[in-house]
């Protein structure tokens, strides 16, 4: 496992694909963008136990309006 110190604005490339970029830090709560290819699954970890359908995804999607991409994630 690869630990990281980051700051806002301070981006990690991973695979030249996946980008997560810190764009908040309030007290013990990190915001981060997540900007990675339509073909690439990116769920949050207690999402991960579950198995999500594409009819959940879509209906998610479509209702989050924190988000505006379908590969452009705010977590």
Same mark, same amino acid.
């Given at each position: 496992m690869l630990v990281l110190s980051r700051k806002v604005g301070d981006k990690i490339v991973i695979d030249n694909k996946i980008t997560i970029i810190v764009t908040k830090i309030s007290g013990n709560r990190v915001t981060m963008a997540i900007n990675a290819p339509d073909d690439v699954r990116v769920l949050r970890g207690e999402l991960? +136990?579950?198995?999500?359908?594409?009819?959940?995804?879509?209906?998610?999607?479509? +209702?989050?309006p924190a988000v505006s991409e379908p590969c452009n994630y705010s977590i």
């Open positions: 991960k +136990e579950y198995e999500v359908t594409p009819a959940i995804a879509n209906h998610v999607h479509a +209702e989050s």
